[in-house]
């Protein structure tokens, strides 16, 4: 292909379709529940487009999947990428009702599920009655057709007309149900080869996916950027330290993203353990979603190379912050100075703009193509913007060179392991148990997992604290919230702070569990 047809591939969504024809027997994706080369993985998603229509699904419209770590996950990735459609992927972590939750909301005209999940798909499936097409993968379900029974008549070759689809992810609600992160205009994403950070080297290198496709940064990172790169992706089911290791040893890996609680359980493992894997292939690690220790990244330097990047920016857009391994030893801590494209600001409290070493709220410019809104909800667009500029609740402080240095973030948010936590959705159920008469959920300090979830309680009068209270509380909160996002631990005080206006302080209930 000449360069003219390269660039229509990135703007029809049709990159897999470029790479299938250059390099269609290279490995595309490999996982415990099958593999698949660019052509096979490009055949079947003109197969699927093909079904879709069949059933008035096209441009425009929505498909929600909720799935493991499979190759059919992709499939309808690549898919919906070049036949105009919403993709939305769903934790499947959440209870059946949540989930069912997002595919009604996000006006899903096609549910995808993984049925070795459990019950839990079945029970969203009650929830979300509109979609006009059912599939499944990994079993049977009642009222849903087989994914690969489903697609396998259909004609493999590109589809005619192709037209760039979109993702629209969800965050748990700060207060209320989830919302969906949503662009009217569409980004077309070229190949990171060359002078990119990642630098791709299309059918040599090869991804590592070490979270969950659901998640924001995995789904990027880990495989978006490295197939429309032309590189193919090795998905693991779920974390495991040693079992990553070998896999960066079996399958030569260059490139993969991690949290800081990855590097923690890969530093803990037994030195000989350590030694038994070769990771000299590895040429790209980019870690963010959640601060790392100092030291931690250090040894991680020190046993991986200079090979280790750092960002921090949003998936609504903006930030622009990234480091590479020698440049971060020079500013051990820093998340980066960003280029002069991009424009971010640190304001105090009262919207000023503080000077060089003082700590105050991030902001970042939103770009002007493509910002995010939230999906059927102006309200909450609206207060989401200062002017131009939004923030992610981070805290933190530019030194004299222009480097920027988180130092905590806004009480609203918790982040455990990478995955965001939003307190009031945790509150609100606490709060109607019959012992409880007020509550404020925060993160506390974990070693592994930068932080763990902690419910602070004020209970009526006449009730009494207890450790019998505590599991109760906590097995109340997992009987109506996926598990990750319930307290480890419950403390009790005699009142809990609010404002005159009523509202909690989270930040001064948070602060003195970080003190030291």
Known sequence: MSEVELEQAVHNGMLIAYHAQHQGDVSAVVTEYGDRT???????????????AQHG???????AIVCKNRPEFIETLVATTRSGIRFTPINFHLRGEEIGYIVDNCDASAFIVDTSLGDV???????????????????????????????????GSDIDNPSLGSRMLYTSGTTGQPKGVYRKQRIPEAPMWNDTPAGYTPGKDRELVTGPAYHAAPLLIDIVQALWSGVGIVMMDRWDAEQALGLIDE????????????FHRLLSLPEETKAKYDISSMKFLIHGAAPCPVHVKQDMIGWFGPVIWEYYAATEGGGGFLVGSEEWLT????????GPEFDNKILNEEGGQ??????????????????????????????????????????????????????GRSAELIISGGVNIYPQEIDSEIIKHEAVYDVCTIGVPNDEWGEEVKSIVQ??????????????????????????????????VAELPRTAAGKIQRRVVRQPYWES
């Open 251 to 262: 399958y030569k890996i260059t490139h993969t993203h991690m949290v800081a609680t990855m």
């Open 121 to 155: 798909v079945i029970e969203a499936a009650e929830h979300a009655p509109n979609a006009k097409l059912k599939l499944c993968v990994g079993g049977e379900a009642a009222g849903f057709i087989d994914f690969a029974t489903a697609i396998a008549t259909f004609d």
């Open 57 to 63: 699904i096209g441009s425009g419209d929505s498909v």
């Open 331 to 338: 500013k051990p801590g820093t998340v980066g100075r960003p």
């Open 459 to 492: 209970l009526h009068p006449g009730m009494t604290a207890s450790t019998t209270l505590s599991d109760e509380l906590i097995t109340w909160t997992r009987e109506r919230l996926a598990n990750f996002k319930c307290p480890r631990s419950i403390d009790y």
């Open 38 to 52: 660019f052509s096979e993985l490009n055949a079947n998603a003109n197969r699927l487009v093909r079904l879709l």
């Open 354 to 407: 503080v000077s060089v070493g003082e700590i105050g709220t991030i902001y970042m410019l939103a770009p002007e193509n493509g910002r995010f809104e939230y999906y059927k909800d102006d309200a909450k667009t609206d207060k989401s913007y200062k002017g131009d500029y939004f923030t992610l609740g981070d805290m933190g402080y530019f030194d004299e060179d222009g480097y920027l240095f988180l130092t």
